[in-house]
């Protein structure tokens, strides 16, 4: 019973993971066309890129591999990047971590300055 709850702990990190990405990649798009949400993008894209900087990649990560190799000490590891194994694992798309790492800094910091050019801009 205890492992089960591993797992479960895993799919719910994968769950918010899942959303945290959404969330940066869409909140783009949609601050474009809602700039009340200018504000809660930039909160949201500072604290991701800050935590990437000081920790060197997602907690995210970390927490759910952890947890999903206590479930199942076989599962393959993310190798320190969720979007690098999802696109492998979905796509079958091969990046490095540090490509992927790389690809992601791009999309937040090019993200970040949309931000703050709308409220300079406004």
């Known amino acids: 019973m205890k492992k089960y709850r591993y797992k479960l702990i895993a799919d ?42 000081v920790l060197g990649g997602c907690p995210l990560t970390w927490w759910e591999e952890r947890y999903r190799r206590s479930w199942d000490p076989g599962v393959p590891s993310y190798e320190n990047s969720f979007v690098a194994a999802q696109l492998k694992r979905i796509l ?21 300055y949309l931000a703050i050019a709308q409220i300079v801009l406004k």
Do not use: C, D, R
């Open 12 to 53: 719910i990190l994968l769950m918010s993971h899942i959303l945290w990405v959404f969330v940066l990649v869409g909140g783009t798009f949609f601050f474009i066309y809602n700039s009340w949400y200018v504000p809660y993008h930039i909160g949201i894209v500072s604290g991701t890129l800050l935590l990437n900087l």
């Open 92 to 112: 079958g798309i091969e990046l490095t971590a540090g490509q992927v790492n790389w690809l992601l800094f791009g999309i937040k910091a090019i993200s970040y």
